[in-house]
């Protein structure tokens, strides 16, 4: 109201001066004396003008559309009447007008100010209309923005869900496939494996519900597929685990960094006589995790990854949870493969 105030009153008071000058009861040679009066009336009838207009006949405006007309018509009446009549008081307690003559100048100013109401009321209507439009416009498009948002976070989670599946069946078929060949050869060591996988199997399930989990959680799963698959490649498989304990409380991704871990045991140590040495690294980089899987096997391009191998898979997670944040980039530095992951620290 406040505000309202501060831009229809000056204008009221323009309007009114002009209506009063066109119709002669104000000469520019009595401008000044005249000031007061129509700072006044203007006052009395644009202030009405806000109440009555804007919380009457603006706001039952949707609820009685077809009489709208006739309360818009009987609000800008009371306006007029009551805006002079106290106008018409106020000058004669500011002694500006006689006790006697304060009916006389009521009915004389009742025409101006009909005129001034009916302009003043209509130009609130119209902006309060407009103003009303425009936030319902705008409430409509947040709404729209949210569902939006909504429907988009849905559908990422339903992708990431997918996602995830399919790491299950291919992680726990090759270790079933390391433990097959235990069982002939070293029954207790099969079933200490089979405690492992079933470790594994119980971590996997639980992190599909949470998105993201401690990197201290994920270095346990990784070291415990590393003992898996050593019961396997004995010394052909050789690895160490260089990430700071400070880094534990970070949160990545379930079952991403066993994925790289995976992928040098799978393409290097199985098809090496000579097997292959991993080394599992972590930093910080400002506000970033670096994750680093290093072998020294021959290399690959990410370009000729398939969307549902391992990696593929983990390209997929890593865009729909951090978007353009989050990187995987394969480089060869010292002779050796790096595949690095880096996406926003979260704790």
């Known amino acids: 109201m406040l505000i309202e105030a501060l831009w229809v009153i000056p204008s009221a008071t323009l309007i009114i001066f002009l209506i009063f000058f066109t119709l002669g009861r104000v000469r520019l040679s009595e401008t000044g004396a005249h000031l007061l009066t129509v700072f006044i009336y203007s006052a009395c009838i644009s202030i009405l003008s806000m109440v009555l207009v804007t919380r009457v006949s603006v706001r039952y405006a949707p609820r009685f559309p077809r009489t709208i007309i006739l309360i818009q018509a009987a609000c800008l009446a009371f306006t007029a009447a009551a805006g002079s009549l106290a106008a018409n008081l106020i000058l004669w307690s500011l002694g500006m007008i006689a006790r006697g003559a304060i ?3 009521f009915l004389g100013s009742l025409p101006f100010s009909i005129v001034a109401a009916l302009l003043i009321g209509l130009s609130i209507a119209t902006f309060e209309d407009m103003r009303y439009h425009l936030q319902a416009t705008e409430l409509e498009l947040r709404t729209k923005q949210v569902e939006h948002e909504r429907a988009y976070k849905l559908l990422a989670e339903a992708q990431l869900s997918s996602l995830e599946s399919r790491i299950h069946p291919h992680f726990l078929f090759n270790t079933l496939n390391s433990i097959a060949a235990l069982i002939p050869s070293d029954p207790q060591r099969a079933e200490d494996t089979v405690g492992k996988l079933a470790s594994l ?3 996997s399930l639980n992190a599909q519900h949470s998105g993201l989990v401690p990197l201290e959680q994920e270095q346990k799963v990784v070291r415990d597929y590393l003992e898996i698959e050593t019961t396997r490649f004995g010394s052909r498989l050789r690895y160490r685990m260089v990430v700071p304990d400070s880094l534990g409380a ?20 199985a098809e090496r006589v000579d097997g292959a040495s991993i080394e599992i690294a972590g930093r910080m980089e400002g506000e970033r995790i670096v994750l680093e899987v290093i072998d020294d096997g021959p290399g690959f391009s990410l370009g000729a990854v398939a969307p549902e191998h391992g990696l593929g898979n983990l390209l997929a997670r890593l865009e729909l949870l951090f978007g353009g944040e989050g990187r995987l980039d394969v480089v060869r530095e010292q002779e050796k493969t790096v595949v690095r992951m880096a996406f926003p620290a979260q704790s």
């Open 250 to 269: 970070v949160r990545v991704p379930p079952l991403s960094l066993q994925t790289l871990v995976e992928n040098s045991v799978k393409h290097v140590a």
């Open 201 to 203: 199997l119980r971590f």
């Open 103 to 105: 009916w006389g100048e």
